[in-house]
T-cell receptor, first 112, second 114 residues
Framework: QQQVKQSPQSLIVQKGGISIINCAYE??????FPWYQQFPGKGPALLIA?????SEKKEGRFTISFNKSAKQFSLHIMDSQPGDSATYFC???????????FGEGTQLTVNP | NAGVTQTPKFQVLKTGQSMTLQCAQDMNHEYMSWYRQDPGMGLRLIHYSVGAGITDQGEVPNGYNVSRSTTEDFPLRLLSAAPSQTSVYFC?????????????FGQGTRLTVV
């Protein structure tokens, strides 16, 4: 069973728009929530991450919003650019750190 | 600084053949793992290792073996390839098993089993 559920599966946004990708989890032992960005033919690379003791983290145009009570977190990409076109994965890791569990992935296309 | 290096990048196998996917990291990371990526299923953990001589199963370990004789290398062996193992395989490493350490991924190996 998928412990981290991600939506939407694909997303098309116009340049300058806001891209929003959502994730939900069940395991309350998760205490670290990274987002990975993957370009075609490449491995995933860490984009931004958050711990559950904060509700929001912003790095440039990328923001994670975290709702601990709802067990949901989301990635917001402001002023989306064609260069942001990639597959985005949310993930979660348990306190023990032995496993990184990924969502299904979202293929983002930003049209010029 | 090479990071995480996977070889080969592409491979075609016949059903029943065996092969080893290589993974090496030069960052002295103690934690290494193997994932497979399939459309609509994200990345699923196959096996992982928290240090030399220590390995454990992940979410989808059947049909795969691993070993960790050195800190740097973590090969993944397919014992008898099946079409269901057609996938893109990623090796990853991180400094420790602490939850907030970044995982670094290799470029991937695209495997097709016919």
């Amino acid at each position: 069973q998928q412990q981290v559920k991600q939506s939407p599966q694909s997303l098309i946004v116009q340049k300058g728009g806001i891209s929003i990708i959502n994730c939900a989890y069940e395991n309350t032992a998760f205490d670290y929530f990274p987002w990975y960005q993957q370009f075609p033919g490449k491995g995933p690379a860490l984009l931004i991450a958050i711990r559950p003791d904060v509700s929001e983290k912003k790095e440039g145009r990328f923001t994670i919003s975290f709702n601990k009570s709802a067990k949901q977190f989301s990635l917001h990409i402001m002023d989306s650019q064609p260069g942001d076109s990639a597959t985005y994965f949310c993930a979660a890791r348990e306190t023990s750190g032995s496993r990184l569990t990924f969502g299904e992935g979202t293929q983002l296309t930003v049209n010029p | 600084n090479a990071g995480v290096t996977q070889t080969p990048k592409f491979q075609v196998l016949k059903t029943g053949q065996s092969m080893t996917l290589q993974c090496a990291q030069d960052m002295n990371h103690e934690y290494m793992s193997w994932y497979r990526q399939d459309p609509g299923m994200g990345l699923r953990l196959i096996h992982y290792s928290v240090g030399a001589g220590i390995t454990d199963q992940g979410e989808v370990p059947n049909g795969y073996n691993v070993s960790r004789s050195t800190t740097e290398d973590f090969p993944l062996r397919l014992l008898s390839a099946a079409p269901s193992q057609t996938s893109v395989y990623f090796c990853a490493s991180s400094y420790s098993r602490r939850s907030n350490t970044e995982a670094f991924f290799g470029q991937g190996t695209r495997l097709t089993v016919v």
